[in-house]
């Protein structure tokens, strides 16, 4: 028996959960110096969405912001997340795309490269997973956990056999939508345990409630480390918290040794930094919804969803499509609901019931995929339903990138042309436009704004709101009477530009 590693997700897994990416690296730096003191086994800093909204909404070089992270985080390891041979991205690029991202971000500073792919077919890991190795990165394979009749702990086991085989240090169960039960998390670690000699980390979400119960499961089968974030940023779609983790976990065995009150001093940071971003906040991702257990929906994908039916005035069709979802995914081979097919199932459900009659209108990206193009499906895809949507076209068997050519060297010819290569990080601006070329021209020309942030309550009055409710805090703990003449006085200021949330009076009852 030993402490529990622990891997900070907050800044990145848990804000994109929660609201939508939108964390600005300025708020990140000022705690940085906090954070790299508290003694977490690695951050995930970069990676998933981070990419795409740095450049889409944010006005931020995503590079820039690594190497910001890398400085201010000296003695911590940075990890970032790759969604295999779609990188950071949503579709499969060439081989030497994946190398030269890689080593960027191995350059910029990246510790620890967790590959995970949405099928679980290793052939669009393996790129990804030798070219880190080879230039002496860390590795998490990831296991895209998920719930079918297919997806059984004899298949998880023996694809951890093979990512170790292939050379990965730590074997990853990727839970994107808190689908593990606490028996089913103690039955999985205990058979990877005794299957695979490398750490096991596991990664979870709150969507359905059980994120902490399975943890503490985990621990009990000797799991080596948890992704948790700070409390403020941590619950509904994203993970854990892990305030409530090193607290539970003190003076046991698996105690993390982490300093519970250097923890709670980063909090305040962070919940002034919420209350700054409240607009993004859906309130869908903060719910905690047991029905994701039939649904299997990630917390980042209902909000979508949501959005994508408000679009279209159909909010009201909001659980046909939920109902929808898992008959898609089972016509489909039962793929992982995570980034890329978590869209490409979700879209189909939302044509399906917007149309009225299945599968009548069919996407682009649904078609690739029933011909292979994201790689082989966990099961055989519904027979009646591949022939509606490929007719007599054949699935091809091959590595999908195998039928990628180089492309590299055609984007730096069409980067030249439009003048986007900016002397000194030319090949950082190279990826950028060969990863997103339709958004990239606009940023690296200078041209975007960053989206602007309109706080529901300024930084001022949240101050003055933390330390008032510091003082009832410690009155009620004290049992302690706060008085005015006689009057139980009211402990939050009122403010046309204040949330209800944040009005709190010191009512007898709680007191006494």
Request: proline content about 5%; glycine content about 6%; aromatic content about 6%.
């Amino acid at each position: 028996m030993k402490p529990v590693k622990i891997i900070d997700t907050t800044f990145r897994d848990a804000h994109q959960s929660l609201m939508a990416t939108r964390m600005r690296v300025s708020d990140m730096l000022p705690i940085c110096e906090q954070m790299d003191r508290i003694g977490f086994f690695a951050m995930e800093v970069w990676g998933g969405a981070t990419f795409d909204v740095c450049i889409r909404y944010l006005a931020e070089d995503p590079w820039q912001r690594l190497n910001l992270l890398r400085e201010h985080l000296p003695n911590t390891k940075l990890l970032m997340l790759v969604r295999g041979q779609n990188i950071v991205g949503y579709r499969h690029y060439a081989d030497d795309v994946v190398k030269e991202f890689i080593k960027l971000a191995r350059k910029h500073g990246i510790d620890i490269f967790r590959v995970f792919d949405a099928l679980n077919d290793i052939r669009n890991m393996e790129k990804a997973i030798k070219i880190a190795k080879d230039i002496g990165a860390e590795v998490q394979g990831a296991i895209s956990y998920t719930t079918s009749p297919v997806h059984t702990i004899e298949k998880f086991v023996e694809f951890a056999i093979e990512l170790e085989e292939m050379g990965c240090d730590y074997i990853c169960i990727k839970d994107m939508a808190g689908l593990i039960s606490p028996q089913a998390s103690y039955a999985l670690v205990k058979a990877l345990k005794q299957a695979v000699k490398i750490p096991i980390d596991l990664h979870t979400h709150c969507t359905s409630g059980m994120g902490p119960i399975s943890y503490y499961s985990a621990v009990q089968a000797d799991v080596d480390i948890i992704d948790t974030a700070i409390s403020i940023f941590a619950g509904g779609s994203s993970q854990p918290a892990l305030e409530n983790l090193v607290v539970s976990l003190k003076d046991t065995p698996y105690d993390t040794k982490l300093n519970l009150q250097k923890i709670i001093d980063v909090g305040y940071h962070f919940l002034q930094m919420k209350q700054k971003y409240a607009k993004y906040i859906s309130p869908i991702a903060e719910m905690t919804d047991a029905s994701v257990a039939v649904h299997q929906i990630p917390g980042g994908m209902l909000s979508n969803l949501h959005a994508q039916l408000k679009e279209q005035n159909a909010l009201d069709k909001y659980q046909q499509v939920l109902e929808e979802t898992p008959r898609v995914r089972e016509d489909l081979g039962y793929p992982p609901l995570v980034t890329p097919t978590s869209q490409i199932v979700g879209i189909q459900a939302v044509m399906n019931v917007l149309a009225g009659k299945r599968y009548t209108q069919i996407s682009k990206e649904v078609k690739d995929y029933c011909l292979g193009l994201y790689g082989k499906p966990p099961a055989p895809i519904k027979p009646d339903i591949l022939k509606m949507i490929i007719g007599d076209e054949k699935p091809m068997t091959r590595r999908p990138a195998d039928l990628l050519k180089p492309e590299l060297a055609a984007r730096k010819i069409e980067a030249e042309k439009l003048g986007i290569l900016r002397k000194g990080t030319e090949q950082e601006d190279l990826v950028t436009y060969t990863l997103f070329p339709q958004i990239a021209v606009k940023f690296l020309k200078g041209e975007c704004k960053a989206e602007k942030i309109e706080p529901l309550i300024t930084t001022e009055e949240l101050h003055d709101n933390l330390e008032e409710q510091k003082i009832a805090a410690i009155a009620v703990a004290l049992n302690e009477h706060l008085t005015d003449n006689g009057k139980f006085i009211q402990i939050s200021k009122t403010t046309d530009k204040q949330v209800s949330g944040w009005k709190i009076k010191a009512r007898q009852e709680n007191i006494q």
